[in-house]
């Protein structure tokens, strides 16, 4: 009777480690995929990216104008190098809709602020498939006006920052060559010039573009 335990247990062990190591296999040949994946992946690629801001930051813009946002969006393209860790440069045009009142003569006006906005970023990709993967990422952006519609309240460009940094964090997923990404953006300065103004651009952005 002893004989077969110890005969069955025998078996046991051998069985138990023949799938360990298969299951090590499959797991090992399964990690060795995705990540060959990326080694697939051409060094330069170019992409188009299109994004809905969401403010997040809402002030008074300072003693004489009040600011209150309305909708905001951007779209642009981009160019990165590397694969599993890259680096990424954008150029995108943002539009930033803003419904400003004149709190001296109480009148309101719809103004349009037209602004270039060049992100680098660092990217890092954790594989999900073959061809997905999950993405963090971090940087610092330039923002500078270029367009600022006409008005009836006297708010002109010598009433707002031209110039602006900001900083960047973000997630996204890639499925393919479609790419998904939220991102907040922390602005470095307020928008007005006027000392005290607390208006800043902060945005999350939900964005959705294509690897081309």
């Not at 991102?183 to 573009?209: H, N, V, W």
Request: one cysteine or more.
């Amino acid at each position: 009777m002893k004989k077969w335990l110890w005969l069955l247990l025998c078996l046991y062990v051998i069985t138990y480690t023949r799938a360990e190591n298969k299951t090590d296999i499959s797991l090992s040949a399964k990690t060795h995929g995705n990540y060959s994946a990326f080694s697939q992946q051409r060094l330069v690629q170019f992409g188009i990216d299109f994004g809905f801001d969401v403010p997040l930051y809402q002030k008074t813009y300072g003693s004489q104008f009040k600011i209150n946002q309305s909708l905001n969006f951007e779209i642009g393209a981009f160019a990165r190098a590397g694969r599993q860790f890259y680096g990424q440069l954008g150029l995108y045009y943002f539009i930033n809709k803003l419904q400003v009142t004149n709190l001296n003569t109480q009148s309101d006006s719809p103004i349009e602020l037209g602004q270039l906005y060049v992100p680098a970023l660092f990217v890092y990709g954790l594989p999900w498939g073959k061809k997905n993967m999950f993405t963090v990422k971090a940087g610092i952006a330039y923002q500078g006006l270029v367009r600022l519609t006409d008005n009836k309240i006297d708010f002109t460009k010598n009433d707002i920052r031209c110039h602006n940094l900001n900083f960047m964090t973000g997630v996204g997923l890639e499925i393919s060559n479609i790419t998904f990404n939220i991102t907040y953006k922390k602005a470095c300065l307020p928008l007005g010039k006027e000392s005290g103004s607390r208006y800043y651009q902060d945005m999350l952005c939900f964005s959705i573009g294509i690897v081309i």
